[in-house]
């Protein structure tokens, strides 16, 4: 079955770095893309950015661009989303998730398996 497992979460203060993972299994991944997303306490869940497994293609939400990093090892089946620069604004909790579609976008309607979620907090 199709599963998707996130790591690499913590509290980490302004201005300092993380590198999120997300391990995949229980499909064939180059048919697939991989998003990551995240949701702060009463806030609707965010796109961060996404990656096409086959190719790389990669895309991100605005907020973190030029400070987020996604990309891939298919030996490993796993994604990794490196975090630089990280302020109070991107604490919440981050989750990983699969998408069918052949140009992802960064709709978590669009992703049809889910991982359980990291936390990342950033402060003092």
């Known amino acids: 079955q199709v599963q998707l497992m996130e790591s690499g979460g913590g509290l980490v203060q302004p201005g300092g770095s993380l590198t999120l993972s997300c391990v995949h299994s229980?499909?064939?991944?180059?048919?697939?893309?991989i998003g990551w997303f995240r949701q702060a306490p009463g806030k609707e869940r965010e796109g961060v950015s996404c990656?096409?497994?086959?190719?790389?293609?990669?895309d991100y939400g605005d907020s973190v661009k030029g400070r987020f990093t996604i990309s891939r090892d298919n030996a490993k089946r796993t994604v990794y989303l490196t975090m630089m620069n990280l302020t109070p604004e991107d604490t919440g909790v981050y989750y990983c998730?699969?998408?069918?579609?052949?140009?992802?976008?960064?709709?978590?309607?669009?992703?049809?398996?889910w991982g359980q979620g990291t936390q990342v907090t950033v402060g003092s």
């Open positions: 998730a699969r998408s069918p579609l052949s140009v992802p976008i960064l709709h978590p309607n669009t992703y049809n398996y």
């Open positions: 229980g499909f064939t991944f180059a048919d697939y893309s």
């Open positions: 990656i096409r497994l086959k190719d790389s293609y990669t």
